[in-house]
């Protein structure tokens, strides 16, 4: 028996996600020109953080590719490269926890 507010869905994730971790973004930096940025890596998804104070980037973000190949690639090809005048880092993200819902 589950419980209703427990993140019901973490059974249905089949294998690990490639995901990026991205650092010293821009603070100008939104999805598509992330999206754009990795474009010959062929993203999935792109997300940048931002603060829900003032509503401006936090300087980081994630990118999401469909195969493993393509994050490796990425990673190596991206890290310490210029994005928006900046030398942004790529590594692998950790996988995601389970969480509580609320």
Same mark, same amino acid.
């Given at each position: $028996?589950? *419980? ?8 249905? !994730?089949?294998?690990?996600?490639? +995901?990026?971790? $991205? ?5 100008? *930096? ?13 993203? =999935? ?6 603060? !829900? ?17 393509? $994050?490796?690639?990425? =990673?190596?090809? $991206? ?6 005048? +900046?030398? =942004? ?8 926890? +389970?969480?509580?819902?609320?």
């Amino acid at each position: $028996m589950s *419980a209703p507010w427990w993140d019901s869905d973490w059974k249905d !994730r089949s294998g690990p996600e490639y +995901r990026c971790h $991205m650092s010293n973004l821009p603070y100008s *930096a939104t999805e598509s020109s992330l999206k754009d940025a990795f474009s010959s890596y062929s993203p =999935i998804n792109t997300e940048v953080v931002y603060d !829900r104070d003032t509503g401006r980037s936090r300087g980081f973000g994630f990118v999401q590719f469909d195969d493993k190949a393509s $994050m490796d690639n990425a =990673i190596q090809s $991206m890290n310490g490269q210029q994005v928006g005048g +900046r030398n =942004i880092s790529v590594s692998q993200a950790n996988q995601r926890s +389970r969480r509580w819902r609320a």
